[in-house]
Every structure is written in structure tokens, then in C-alpha cells.
């Protein structure tokens, strides 16, 4: 009988840690959460069966910052550096990041039996950005089966052209890995030469694209469109989502190919019938993708500049991807269109934008704007040598979780990658942070009187 006790007192306290825990709110679980997953990841990446040669400890932990935010920027090659072990790390890690760390949350706690109460599952829901009282746990589990099923039909996609490639072994390992980073939106790939040398082929272009493009659309948008099948039933966030990513991807794509058409480091160095495929990889991938297709130190300006703008907006909301989201861009640019038109309120699909709705979207934008040009000021002084071309794309990069670099990365000191790795965390953790703190409306006791200020 005593033997039972020591079992059942184990079994109270951690029920009792989990209850407050879940009391927490989910801006402090989600921060608190990937802190313990970076902690633990940099033990595991120090391991010296983690590496061919061995990582240093500012190597493991830079390396466990990039696989939980699904940031594609690394001090160590995954291909080449990385074992066996340290590769199954960081795709542990990047689903981890990149489904959200509440899915996993919730699993464990079905796996060990447990059950999530009320209050569980209020921070549940508003950690996956849902506002209606649904059953989170159903929503939970048809999200790691989506993810799942995703990622099992891109390997066997890809398993066609790499397993005749690579053999049969290596080759559905690759296929698995890489169909595993683009679902996630890491952008991590362990081929010795990466995807470049893939990005012009019909078949994994488009099985690449299409899972990083989907698991940036978000789960919320996936589930209506799996439930109503037509898009004049959609949800407006839907509408707004689907809109935005179509006219972004065509928008880019025509753009990247106008502008490095007649580059011969980029698309001219490959025949006129390859280059649009390279161009819609180049197009699409920086929506937090961050696949390395092709240098992009060698591309031009304009090319450079727009790659920046799409890594800022990043994917949907409730998705894989980061950045400030495409339903807060779309919110943006309806209020203006609104103001500029002489209208009170937004309005897109014969719906109303909500005014909460609004000041979120400007908030996000203002705050993300404010943190990523802090971070890329910071770098700017602390690298004067490098061009600043390089070190602003390096910051936009790690705060918007793209993974894509000019080169610099790995010459940088310790104080900027330091700077980076902060960009990358606030960047996984902050607009979702701040959308969850701005999601709880504060009834205003006081009315003030209205008055003008001059704008612009």
C-alpha cells in the first residue's frame, strides 16, 4: 500500500502544476514554452553524436533558436554537419515551431491520459487565434492529422524523383525531410547543395511550393475550406487570406521575373522554358519558406527589396509561417482604401471589417515595423563593414522567420547573431503575443470628448 503512495502524490502535484499552468495567459505559455524547447534543443544539438565534428554551445544554441522559430538561417550546415540524430532534432523541433506549441501541448497531455479542463481549453483557443467556443481538442487533432497526411503524400511526390536518385533508404529520408520543412515553413533542407538544383523541376517545384503555401494559409482557413467547400460561404477571414496569398504570388512572380530575366546569375543561367519555374520558387519561397534556390547576394536590387517586403507580411494567420500575417496586410490596406474613399467603416465581400479588427492590424503592423528596424539598427552598428544592404536583409529574415541570407550569417559577431537570434524569437513570438494580449476587449468606464489632430 505505501509503495502507491509516493506514485500518487507524483500524480497530484503534476495534475497541480499542469491546472496552473493552463492558468497562465498564452503570450507567457507560448514565450515560457519555446524558451524550455530552445534550452532543451541546445543539449541536444551539444551532444557529440549530434554532429560530425561537434558543436560549440553558441553553435547548438543558435541552431535550436532557428529549428523552433522554423528559421532557415544556421551557423552549421544541417547537410553536411548535422548526424543522422541531429537531423531528426531539427525536424522534431521545427513541428514543434511550426504546427504551434499548443498542438503539442494538447497531445502530450491526451497521449499521458490526461484531460484538458475549461480553462485549459480557453488558452488553447486563444493560442490558435479562435473565437468561437468550439472543441479545441477536435481542432487539435485534425490539425496534426492534416500535417500528418500533407507531409506523407508530398514525401511520396517527391520519393518518385530522389528515391531513382538517392536509392530507396536516403532517398524517402529526403523526401520525408524536406516535405516535412516546407509543410512547416522551415526552409531546411539537408541536401548537400540544397534545392537549388531541384528549383527548376516541375514535379518538386510544385510539390515544394504547394506544402509551404498551404501550411501558410493557416489551419482556421484550411478547416473552412475543408467544411464549406465554396468560397462564397467562406469566413471573410478566409476570403481575405485566400485573396491576399493568390494576389501576392502573382504579383511577385511576374515581378521576379521582369526584374532577373536577363540575370546570368539567377534565371538567364537557366533555358527560357526553366526560368518561370525558377521565378514562381523565387516568388513564393520568401513568404517564411526561406528554401535557398538561388543567392539571392547576386540578385538585383529591386529583387532584393521585394523579397524583403514578402518576408515581412510573411503567411496566413494560424499557420506555419510567421511575418505579420496576410489578413492583417489585407485589413491594412481595406481601412486605408476606406479612408481614402470617404467611408466610416471597411468593407470586402459584402462584409464589415470590425474597428477591433482594425486596430489590431495596425498595432501588429506598428510594433513589428518598430522591433524589426530596432534589430536592424542595432546590427548596423555593431557591423559597419558590411553593407547594409546585407545586414537589413539579414534582419528582416530573422524576424520574419524566412531563414534566407545574403552570405552573412556566419561572420557575423557573436553580439549580432545574438541580435539575430532575438529577431527571430520576438519574430515567431511577438505579433502572435501581441494579437493574443489585443484579442481580450477592456470595457472603457470613462468617455472622453473628441478632438482633432492634424495628420500628415
Not at 519574430?427 to 472622453?448: K, M, N, W
Request: aromatic share 10%; with cysteine.
Amino acid at each position: 500500500m505505501r509503495s502507491w503512495l509516493p506514485r500518487l502524490r507524483g500524480r497530484v502535484t503534476l495534475k497541480a502544476r499542469m491546472r496552473r499552468a493552463w492558468r497562465l495567459s498564452p503570450p507567457v505559455l507560448l514565450a515560457g514554452g519555446f524558451a524550455v524547447f530552445i534550452l532543451i534543443g541546445t543539449l541536444l544539438f551539444w551532444l557529440p553524436f549530434a554532429s560530425h565534428e561537434g558543436l560549440s554551445l553558441w553553435q547548438a544554441l543558435f541552431t535550436a533558436t532557428a529549428s523552433i522559430t522554423v528559421t532557415g538561417l544556421s551557423l552549421a550546415d544541417p547537410a553536411r554537419d548535422l548526424t543522422l540524430f541531429g537531423q531528426i532534432v531539427v525536424m522534431v523541433l521545427f513541428h514543434v515551431g511550426g504546427l504551434g506549441l499548443m498542438t503539442f501541448a494538447v497531445l502530450t497531455v491526451l497521449a499521458l491520459g490526461g484531460r484538458l479542463g475549461l480553462g485549459g481549453q480557453r488558452v488553447v483557443r486563444e493560442a490558435m487565434n479562435q473565437t468561437s467556443p468550439g472543441d479545441v481538442i477536435l481542432l487539435v487533432r485534425q490539425v496534426a492529422l492534416l500535417a500528418l497526411t500533407l507531409e506523407l503524400i508530398g514525401a511520396a511526390v517527391l520519393a518518385t524523383a530522389w528515391v531513382p536518385e538517392m536509392g530507396w533508404g536516403r532517398g524517402l529520408w529526403m523526401s520525408f525531410f524536406h516535405a516535412a520543412s516546407a509543410f512547416n515553413n522551415a526552409g531546411v533542407s539537408i541536401l548537400p547543395d540544397g534545392l537549388a538544383p531541384w528549383a527548376a523541376t516541375p514535379l518538386v517545384t510544385v510539390v515544394i511550393t504547394g506544402l509551404f503555401m498551404v501550411g501558410g494559409l493557416g489551419f482556421t482557413v484550411i478547416n473552412d475550406l475543408w467544411r464549406e467547400r465554396r468560397f462564397s460561404r467562406l469566413s471573410l477571414h478566409s476570403k481575405l487570406t485566400l485573396t491576399g496569398t493568390l494576389i501576392l504570388a502573382l504579383s511577385a512572380w511576374l515581378m521576379v521575373m521582369g526584374f532577373e530575366w536577363s540575370n546570368g546569375n539567377t534565371l538567364a543561367a537557366l533555358a527560357p522554358e526553366q526560368r518561370p519555374w525558377l521565378a514562381w520558387f523565387m516568388a513564393v519561397v520568401p513568404r517564411s519558406a526561406g528554401f535557398a534556390v538561388v543567392d539571392i547576394s547576386v540578385a538585383y536590387a529591386p529583387t532584393v527589396l521585394l523579397t524583403m517586403f514578402l518576408i515581412f507580411i510573411g503567411g496566413g494567420s494560424n499557420s506555419t509561417a510567421s511575418g505579420i500575417k496576410v489578413s492583417t496586410f489585407m485589413v491594412v490596406i481595406l481601412a486605408t482604401r476606406a479612408f481614402l474613399t470617404g467611408r466610416q467603416r471597411p468593407t470586402a465581400f459584402r462584409r464589415m471589417v470590425s474597428l477591433n479588427s482594425v486596430f489590431r492590424a495596425y498595432t501588429v503592423v506598428v510594433l513589428s515595423l518598430l522591433m524589426v528596424m530596432l534589430g536592424c539598427f542595432l546590427l548596423v552598428i555593431l557591423e559597419p563593414e558590411m553593407r547594409p544592404m546585407d545586414v537589413l536583409f539579414e534582419g528582416f529574415s530573422a524576424f520574419g522567420n524566412a531563414g534566407m541570407t545574403r552570405g552573412i550569417t556566419g561572420d557575423m559577431s557573436m553580439a549580432s547573431q545574438a541580435i539575430v537570434m532575438v529577431l527571430m524569437f520576438v519574430g515567431r513570438i511577438g505579433p502572435l503575443a501581441l494579437a493574443f494580449s489585443l484579442a481580450r476587449p477592456r470595457p472603457v468606464r470613462l468617455r472622453y470628448a473628441e478632438d482633432e489632430v492634424q495628420i500628415g
